[in-house]
């Protein structure tokens, strides 16, 4: 009976945990977020035409995202296509970290 009823409760929990992460503020405010390291990347990146092609689709992903988000149909689509939308965005923010944290520092000084 206990077992059951916990099964039902962390049942619960994680389906309003999934709510809460793919409600569309919360994908607007990580939208944002990849959003401000893909320029912060811009700018520290060496001007590698690949590197800088990558960065810039990322922006423009990015800010389709942000503009679905911020619609009332954005909340129609299915859970599973809000899933991938999510995903992709914390994808692109683990390969603009990563990115960042290969690039030289620009000066041979510690300061």
């Known amino acids: 009976m206990f077992d059951w009823i916990r099964r039902k409760w962390r049942t619960f929990r994680m389906a309003r945990q999934l709510a809460a992460e793919l409600h569309p503020e919360r994908l607007l405010e990580l939208a944002l977020e990849v959003r401000a ?15 800088q092609s990558r960065i810039r689709g ?6 389709r995202i942000s503009g679905l988000a911020a619609t009332p149909q954005f909340r129609q689509l299915p859970t599973e296509k809000r899933q991938v939308l999510r ?12 990115v960042m944290g290969h690039v030289p520092a620009p000066t041979k000084l510690l300061q």
């Open 58 to 63: 990322i922006i423009t992903e990015v800010e």
């Open 87 to 98: 995903r992709g965005l914390v994808q692109s923010r683990e390969q603009l970290l990563r």
């Open 37 to 51: 390291l893909a320029d912060a990347a811009s700018r520290v990146c060496p001007p590698e035409r690949r590197l």
